[in-house]
């Protein structure tokens, strides 16, 4: 119990500055998001946890790192599209009747929702980030290569649009586009959160 106590004061004595530092740092958050009221539409919530805080109108940026060029880019709407890698495909984690047949597509009214919820759309995502060219350029690298040892290899199959994230090797088989936060999404997400 001794050797913990001389430890911990040992630690603290040594790292002291950066100690007082968070403190400090802890200190002006906390006034920074007492300055900001929670129903502004001007501010973005920037984290959660008891150390979170809104940044002002002019601090929203969303810079990405690219994981195939390693390049950082602000998204913006006439920027440079970024994508996440992401796992699209058939769910039955919601349905209560797993053996009914899908619905006829003749009757089947889309505006109408079943509460068996037999069967729907689950989409996964590792969340690695990268330039929209880059990812065209890795997935064509993919395609050109030998289908046959590519799938002998990594067990995702090519010819039907799946590839592993470079990053992670997570199974993918398709993009999502990252969208700009925007007056309107603030005021989309203040609204429900409202609610």
Sequence with gaps: MTQTLQSQSHFINKYIDLLTQ??????ASASTSAE???SSCDSALVCVGPRR????????????MCILCHEAQEILPDGTAMVLAAFVQRSTVMSK????PP???????????HPDLSFGTHT?????????????RYFETLQSQDAQWLHEQTSCDVVNGEYLCPLCKCRSNTVIPLLPLTETTCRYSHTNLCL
């Design 22 to 27: 968070d403190s400090e740092d802890l200190d």
């Design 36 to 38: 900001h009221s929670p």
């Design 53 to 64: 805080w809104r940044a002002r109108g002019g601090e929203r940026r969303q810079m990405e």
């Design 97 to 100: 009747n797993r053996k009914r």
């Design 103 to 113: 619905h006829n597509p003749e009757s089947y009214d889309p505006l109408f929702m």
């Design 124 to 136: 996964g995502s590792c969340g690695h980030i990268m330039h929209s060219l880059c990812w065209q």
